[in-house]
């Protein structure tokens, strides 16, 4: 069962090269965008404060804006709920926490 595995995995590697020299391009993730330089997709304003983010696909809004909207403006998304960013010392709490637990 595991050799059966380790041919299909090593076979469909061999078909992502052969497809990489017909045509298809894999493309990098794109940069990680500054807060500093995020636009609310509602209101088309810079976010400079009151932000949160969708927690499927982690666009960034106004908290007024989305709760205007009651959803995430991304096409497509329709995410209801939103998450606050936390603070370096909040995350540094959160995993000590989980590491004593």
């Known amino acids: 069962m595991l050799l059966r595995f380790a041919e ?5 590697y ?3 090269l052969l497809a990489e020299g ?25 976010i400079k404060e009151g932000v949160v983010f969708c927690r499927r696909c982690r666009t960034p809004h ?3 804006c ?5 959803a995430c403006s991304t096409y497509g998304c329709r995410e209801t709920q939103y998450m606050r960013p936390q603070s370096r ?4 709490e959160q995993k000590k926490m989980a590491r004593s637990v």
């Not at 299909?8 to 469909?12: D, F, K, S, T, V």
């Open 22 to 46: 017909v045509g298809i391009t894999f493309v990098q993730d794109a940069p990680q965008l500054k807060l500093s330089e995020a636009i609310c997709q509602i209101c088309g304003e810079k």
């Open 14 to 16: 061999d078909q992502t």
């Open 66 to 70: 989305w709760e205007y909207n009651g």
């Open 62 to 64: 106004h908290q007024d």
């Open 89 to 92: 010392r909040a995350q540094r």
């Open 8 to 12: 299909l995995a090593i076979g469909l």
